[in-house]
């Protein structure tokens, strides 16, 4: 099987645009979570979907946000980007959802706002 | 609310050494546990985890971690490390209704 991809792996942005971010999961897998990850805070976690569905959701401000698809894709955006979000952002799946599930992860996609 | 702590940033080691990589929580409810690790640009993948059971848990690769639900740690060991171990190790916990929340991680520096 296919492993977790996202797209795209690098990007630059500047200062108050917005982005999207893409995530396909496992084939199969219905549970999508995305983390941020800095040197500074180390990984932390944003939301998780199930089934279009967010049961989720971390401390971050309302500029974040996602969504699930029916085909299990997932997407954030980020709007008004600041600098402090420059981050990896990485998304992972699972069969289901669940707090014993392995979370299986993608590479990640290395945001820079300038 | 869960926390993770792993209380060594950086652990450097010499190939064939053992390792001990720490790890220590905090929850009022029961938890698992998890090891992840995370080599040079790369996601993370799932090295071992405590679910319930036995709290020794062993990973393909021999390294092995320990519950101790008294002094609530899950520190990860190895008794021999290769240079190819070289990685950010990450402990994470999580519990019914919760998102996993991750520590922030070790580096396992192996030199020869």
């Known amino acids: 099987k296919a492993g977790v991809t996202q797209t795209p792996r690098y990007l630059i942005k500047t200062r108050g645009q917005q982005v999207t971010l893409s995530c396909s999961p496992i084939s199969g897998h219905r549970s999508v979570s995305w983390y941020q990850q800095t040197p500074g805070q180390g990984l932390q976690f944003l939301f998780e979907y199930f089934s279009e569905t967010q049961r989720n959701k971390g401390n971050f401000p309302g500029r974040f946000s996602g969504r699930q698809f029916s085909n299990s894709r997932s997407e954030m955006n980020v709007s008004t980007l600041e600098l402090g979000d420059s981050a990896l952002y990485l998304c992972?799946?699972?069969?289901?959802?669940?707090?014993?599930?392995?979370?299986?992860f993608g590479p990640g996609t290395r945001l820079l706002v300038l | 609310a869960q926390s993770v702590t792993q209380l060594d940033s950086q652990v450097p080691v010499f190939e064939e050494a053992p390792v001990e990589l720490r790890c220590n929580y905090s929850s009022s409810v029961s938890v698992y546990l998890f090891w992840y690790v995370q080599y040079p640009n790369q996601g993370l993948q799932l090295l071992l985890k405590y679910l319930s059971g036995s709290t020794l848990v062993e990973s393909i690769n021999g390294f092995e971690a320990e519950f101790n639900k008294s002094q609530t740690s899950f520190h990860l060991r190895k008794p021999s490390v290769h240079i190819s171990d070289t990685a950010e190790y990450f402990c994470a916990v999580s519990s019914e209704g919760t998102a996993l929340i991750f520590g922030k991680g070790t580096t396992l520096s192996v030199s020869s």
């Open positions: 992972a799946s699972s069969p289901v959802a669940g707090a014993r599930e392995t979370q299986y």
